[in-house]
């Protein structure tokens, strides 16, 4: 059940700090606005997948220990990446290129996701899961 702690809080953590690091890039100029030649940007949900894939493969493909703090860190990491920018993938592909410090929708996913973590955990400690 500590692990599923971990996943939650890193989810949020990455979501706070994604959206605190974005509104500070496009508001004072903090980071540089990375872009390919093409003059796409590189979204980081797409390192967030990478993330939650491996996490997966090394937990179902290698059998390594599902109770492993450092494979609920990864999974939460990849996870709060890939949900941060969720509404962007399944939404209107224009956005992708959109330089926004604020995702509309971004925010109900996480929610969404956090309190559906909540319940599992709050089900588990009163043994009912």
């Known amino acids: 059940m500590v692990n599923l702690w971990i ?3 890193f989810i949020a953590i990455v979501f706070i700090v994604s959206r605190l690091i974005a509104f500070a890039t496009l508001k004072w100029h903090i980071l540089p606005k990375r872009t390919l ?3 796409r940007r590189p979204h ?13 493969f090394l937990v179902i493909g290698l059998g390594v220990d ?4 450092w494979i609920a860190i990864a999974y939460g990491l990849g996870l709060g990446l890939v ?8 939404g209107n592909v224009k956005e992708l290129t959109r ?3 604020v995702i509309p929708g971004a925010l109900p996913a996480v929610i ?5 973590l909540l319940v599992v ?7 009912i899961l």
Do not use: C, M, Q, R
Not at 83 to 90: A, C, G, I, K, R
Not at 121 to 127: E, F, G, N, R, T
């Open 7 to 9: 996943i939650a809080t």
């Open 37 to 39: 030649s093409n003059g």
């Open 44 to 56: 980081h949900f797409v390192y967030g997948n990478v993330l939650v894939v491996l996490a997966s």
């Open 66 to 69: 599902a109770t492993n703090v």
């Open 83 to 90: 949900l941060d920018e969720f509404p962007h993938w399944v």
């Open 99 to 101: 330089n926004t410090p």
């Open 112 to 116: 969404i996701v956090e309190v559906v």
């Open 121 to 127: 955990i709050l089900l588990k400690a009163l043994s």
